[in-house]
């Protein structure tokens, strides 16, 4: 299974961003995709995901500001990410869960500065 995301880059707080993940390979069974990002020194979080049965979820430091969506035939998981904040700075990750195998991008930079 491969994992690639796109989209990252440098925009000013308040801005907007949107971030592609795109999966490919043997996926014959149902997954869940999920955006996670990761700050330098420290762990890595979850952002917001959406599960097989279309269930979504974002995390309360995204709630209100950012939105997932999934194209179930395409493979794909979208992150539309506005009113950028500084501390959203981070290298996001795409996620692919297939039972008890997780399946990772290579991330993509998000730079939130004036």
């Known amino acids: 299974v491969q994992v690639v995301e796109s989209g990252g880059g440098l925009v000013q707080p308040g801005g907007s961003l949107k971030l592609s993940c795109a999966a490919s390979?043997?996926?014959?069974?149902?997954?869940?995709m999920n955006w996670y990002r990761q700050a330098p020194a420290k762990q890595r979080e979850l952002v917001a995901g959406v599960s097989s049965d279309n269930i979504r979820n974002v995390a309360n430091s995204g709630k209100g500001r950012f939105a997932v969506s999934r194209d179930y035939a395409k493979n794909t998981l979208d992150l539309q990410m506005n009113s950028l904040k500084p501390e959203d700075t981070a290298v996001y990750f795409c996620?692919?869960?297939?039972?008890?195998?997780?399946?990772w991008g290579q991330g993509t930079q998000v730079t939130v500065s004036s």
């Open positions: 390979g043997s996926i014959f069974s149902s997954y869940d």
């Open positions: 996620n692919v869960e297939i039972g008890s195998h997780k399946y």
